[in-house]
């Protein structure tokens, strides 16, 4: 009888330690809110705008659920997943392509002494920006200047996260095309994709070099125009550098971009080949509960593209660890030629893309709620 409880204790215990060997996590987060904002064409080429009210999902954060796990397979070894796909929270619908997890699908090897190595799709490595935007990728931020340039997903992907060393941590992305062209040939939704940066923190300042290339998948070229007639701002190479410091209460970031162009092709009027993007701002938390931020974004483009400068303040108040009211207000200033809005929307007409008219500013607010689990 004693051998049996000790046989029926010992599988219990071993039944425990293999569990504890592995995990799953279900995760995600809800943002939802009111947006207003003037400066909106109304649909017709006289130049005529107005303003809007409407009801928004993912403003201050994109709204998501996904699940991630490991599983311990010795040696300091562990396999790894993550699964995320983002949705709206207004009507419950996901984003387009059949993608259920548009964000995330990954599976890999992590080890804590020799990095991480992941296969499959994920952001895009110039989503590296989001630690140094003073609104981390909001609607109204790093993002909306350069018509979404910095915040891509990327399919086919293999990439490496190395482990901290001196304060250096290094990340390297490299996406195949899955043409029998290298960069792409028009057979597949996308081109070749890279990229990489290092990244220097330390208690009192955080700095980071990144690089990254989005090829064009009808031709490989790292410029033209092809599905969405984006041209620079959906295929190009981006040279970003970027700063935190640390003050306290106060967190201070500032960030540049050079986004060029090359073999550039059938680009429209005022279509640029190259872009310089940079911000600043200031954070300051005011209360473990409270948070204030206050930025300034600015881009210049070539070709009479123009230039604009987003203007814009807002804050979080912490309900809970999980639960948080946000609030933002912003403007767009743009030169003559330039017609960039609030939203990251694409090159083109202002009837077309929502964007305001050559020379108009534009001006909103938001306040919403995000809850996340």
């Known amino acids: ?31 939802a809110g009111l947006e207003y904002m003037n400066g909106v064409p109304t649909g017709n080429a006289s130049n005529v705008t107005a303003s809007r009210i409407r009801a928004e999902s993912g403003d201050w954060g994109t709204s998501l659920w996904g699940l991630k796990g490991a599983e311990d397979l010795g040696g300091g070894n562990r396999a790894v997943f ?43 490595v110039s989503n590296g920006v989001w630690d140094f935007d003073p609104f981390g990728q909001s609607a109204w931020s790093s993002a909306s200047l350069v018509r979404g340039r910095n ?10 996260q190395s482990p901290k060393i001196a304060g250096f941590d290094f990340y ?36 980071r070099g990144m690089y990254d290339e989005i090829r064009n998948p009808g031709n490989g070229a790292l410029g033209g125009d092809y599905a969405g007639n984006n041209g620079v701002y959906s295929y190009s190479r981006e040279y970003s550098a970027m700063a935190n410091v640390f003050l306290g ?10 986004v060029r162009s090359s073999g550039m092709t059938g680009q429209l009027p005022g279509e640029p080949t190259t872009l310089d993007h940079e911000w600043g701002g200031v954070t300051w938390q005011a209360t473990p509960a409270a948070a204030l931020t206050a930025a300034v974004y600015h881009v210049n483009g070539n070709n009479g593209a123009g230039n604009a400068t987003m203007y814009t303040v807002g804050g979080s108040y912490n309900l809970s660890k ?52």
Do not use: C
Not at 359 to 364: A, I, L, P
């Open 151 to 160: 915040w891509p997903q990327s399919s086919n992907n293999i990439s490496y």
């Open 82 to 124: 993550q699964l995320e796909g983002s949705f709206n929270t207004m009507n419950g619908q996901g984003p387009g392509s059949n993608r259920i997890f548009n964000r995330w699908a990954t599976v890999g090897i992590a080890n804590n002494q020799f990095g991480t190595v992941l296969v499959g799709r994920e952001l895009f």
């Open 322 to 373: 999980r639960t948080l009211l946000d609030m933002q207000v912003a403007t767009v200033q743009n030169s003559k030629t330039a017609n960039y809005g609030l939203n990251a929307n694409n090159f083109g007409s202002s009837v077309s893309t929502d964007n305001p008219f050559p020379g108009r500013s534009q001006t909103g607010v938001y306040a919403g709620i995000q809850h996340s689990f």
């Open 249 to 258: 209460q106060f967190k201070l970031q500032a960030g540049y971009q050079a």
């Open 172 to 207: 390297g992305q490299y996406a195949l095309s899955n043409a029998t062209n290298w960069n792409g040939n028009g057979s597949t939704e996308q081109g070749r994709e890279a990229g990489a940066y290092i990244t220097y923190t330390s208690p009192y300042f955080q700095v």
């Open 1 to 31: 009888m004693k051998k049996a409880l000790l046989a029926a204790a010992a599988l219990m215990t071993f039944g425990a330690a293999a569990h504890a060997q592995s995990s799953v996590t279900l995760y995600g987060r809800l943002d």
